[in-house]
């Protein structure tokens, strides 16, 4: 089945700084990529998903890149505000009728 | 409001007994899961169902059962609850033919 790996497990940045995490996955077949973003005592939220038909999504000052021969996928997140303090999740899944594979987090702390 | 309810929002109870976790959706989703989640920590998938009468086994099945017997609700049963079984959980729902999950706010256990 499929494994997803994240780094770093925590990020600390300062603010107006740009900060990256990585996932890696291994079942190649994946097609759907989300990210989650989870404030403190919040429910997780998608951020950003890509769909592996494209290479790269962006949406304000987030992105999202996709290496499919690799098997690695990444957020970006540009001029950071103490306000995207979190703790992000990347999944990896193929359509249909299985479920999302987590990876384990990062918790990223923007200091201001 | 198109939402995911969860039910209670905090429990604490002693050990050896019988609980159920509700969880709700009015958003017409077919599939639904239960997440494990210590706070801010990993996400376990416990159960899931992609339809009346269809439930899987996650990671983390053992101790817990479901139930699928209407489209918008899921319970989740302790049979006997442990103090290893304090967390939070996590009800989680996507479309039939989509895959973004969409996440309650979860019922705080504590099992004393």
């Known amino acids: 089945g499929e494994n997803v790996e994240q780094h770093p497990s925590t990020l600390s940045v300062q603010e107006g700084d740009s900060a990256v995490i990585k996932c890696t996955y291994s079942d190649s077949a994946s097609n759907y990529f989300p990210w989650y973003k989870q404030e403190l005592g919040k429910r997780p939220q998608l951020i950003i998903d890509?769909?592996?038909?494209?290479g790269e999504k962006k949406d304000q000052r987030i992105a999202v890149t996709l290496n499919k021969t690799a098997k690695h996928f990444s957020l970006h997140i540009t001029e950071t505000q103490p306000e995207d303090s979190a703790v992000y999740f990347c999944?990896?899944?193929?359509?249909?009728?299985?479920?999302?594979?987590f990876g384990k987090g990062t918790r990223l702390s923007v200091i201001a | 409001e198109a939402d995911i309810y969860q039910t209670p929002r905090y429990l604490v109870i002693g050990t050896g007994k019988k609980i159920t976790l509700e969880c709700s959706q009015t958003?017409?989703?077919?599939?639904m899961y239960w997440y494990q989640q210590d706070p801010g920590m990993e996400l376990h998938l416990i159960h899931y169902s992609y339809g009346v009468n269809s439930t899987e086994k996650g990671d983390l099945s053992s101790e817990s059962t479901v139930s699928r017997i209407r489209t918008e609700h899921f319970p989740l049963t302790l049979e006997s609850a442990r103090p290893s079984h304090t967390s939070q959980y996590l009800c989680?729902?996507?479309?039939?033919?989509?895959?973004?999950?969409?996440f309650g706010p979860g019922t705080r256990l504590t099992v004393l």
């Open positions: 958003m017409g989703h077919d599939k």
């Open positions: 890509i769909r592996s038909n494209v």
């Open positions: 999944a990896a899944t193929r359509s249909g009728n299985t479920p999302l594979v």
């Open positions: 989680a729902s996507s479309p039939d033919r989509g895959t973004e999950q969409f």
